[in-house]
């Protein structure tokens, strides 16, 4: 079983960014245009600890250049929730908060900064959506802010997921809202994008939000199995979809919504897809510390 996306560029770029090998880190993501998606690219090198130390010297020997901008931005968001961790608000402290928000405000300078420089570049203004959520910009701004990512990538995965997180229940948004948001994206998209994930996540997010009990009884319901494989019509199963870009994560949302719907076929059809790799996301919302072994779980049930 293989973990993350099986791109052997991240492996690659993380294994660069640990070692402060900038010329490296430089070559992987120079070499992914923005246009085919490097989200997953920059934030391995984000997610990487001690990136944030070396960076800034970057910065400094190459002041006409975006790039290392944009990589300090991103490692700015990651090192801000590291601070905040995964807690509830109310057992966050006050610290921690100074904390979070300071650096999600030195990622947000940094990340305009990016933008102004490259224009036409998506993940300045997709960092700048999960910068907006953290220091609670407002959902005006928050539009604003996806609006302009999806102005330069339309079918974007990373920046609608963003958008979708705005509008959950969570975030001062509602259940309603996120379904409307889900439905629209995908079915408003051309068959076979990875938008229709939007609407898998988008029950997901609902049965996290319930408690036990409940929340089965939802994933349950005859109307979200059906709503399930209208989206996976619309997406995976359409004959236009490519696999490319997050179709590994599409595949891993679609068998745990269609888990946790008891749509045993459907759920070892995107197993099967999957090829035995796993992505983090949505795993780790079963298991936070060992996402593969949820995925092995479900798998074993659904009997693949």
């Known amino acids: 079983m293989q973990k993350d996306s099986g ?23 120079e070499a992914r245009p ?12 984000g997610d990487t600890a001690g990136v944030e130390r070396w960076i800034a010297g970057v910065i400094e020997a190459e002041p006409d250049s975006a790039l290392p901008l944009l990589v300090s931005g991103v ?19 006050r610290e921690q908060f100074d904390v979070f928000h300071a650096r999600l405000r030195t990622a947000e300078r940094q990340l305009y900064e990016a933008a102004e420089r490259e224009p036409q570049w998506t993940s300045p203004w997709y960092g700048l959506q999960i910068t907006g959520r953290g220091l609670q910009v407002g959902q005006v701004t928050a539009r604003r802010r996806f609006e302009a990512t999806v102005r330069r990538d339309p079918h974007h995965m990373g920046a609608h997921q963003q958008q979708l997180q705005q509008v959950c229940e969570k975030w001062s948004g509602s259940h ?3 379904h409307a948001f889900a439905r629209a994206s995908a079915f408003g998209a051309p068959g076979g994008t990875p938008l229709g994930q939007l609407v898998a996540i988008a029950h997901i997010e609902e049965w996290l939000s319930l408690d036990a009990g409940p929340d ?23 004959p236009d979809f490519v696999r490319r870009g997050a179709w590994l994560q599409v595949f891993n949302t679609f068998a745990m919504a269609f888990s946790l719907a008891g749509d045993r076929a459907a759920a070892r059809e995107c197993f099967q897809a999957a090829e035995g790799r796993v992505t983090e996301f949505p795993w780790y919302y079963i298991n936070g510390s060992d996402p593969a072994a949820a995925y092995r779980k479900q798998r074993s049930s659904a009997g693949r």
């Open 75 to 93: 490692r700015h968001i990651s090192w801000g929730w590291e601070a905040r961790t995964g807690a509830r608000a109310k057992d966050v402290s």
């Open 216 to 238: 089965a009884a939802y994933m349950r319901r005859p109307e979200v199995a059906a709503s399930l494989r209208q989206a996976a019509d619309h997406s995976y199963r359409h």
């Open 34 to 45: 923005e246009s085919e998606d490097r989200t997953e690219l920059l934030w391995a090198v």
């Open 176 to 178: 309603e809202e996120m």
């Open 7 to 29: 791109d052997p560029d991240v492996t690659r770029v993380r294994e660069a960014a640990a070692g402060a090998d900038w010329a490296t880190v430089r070559g992987v993501l």
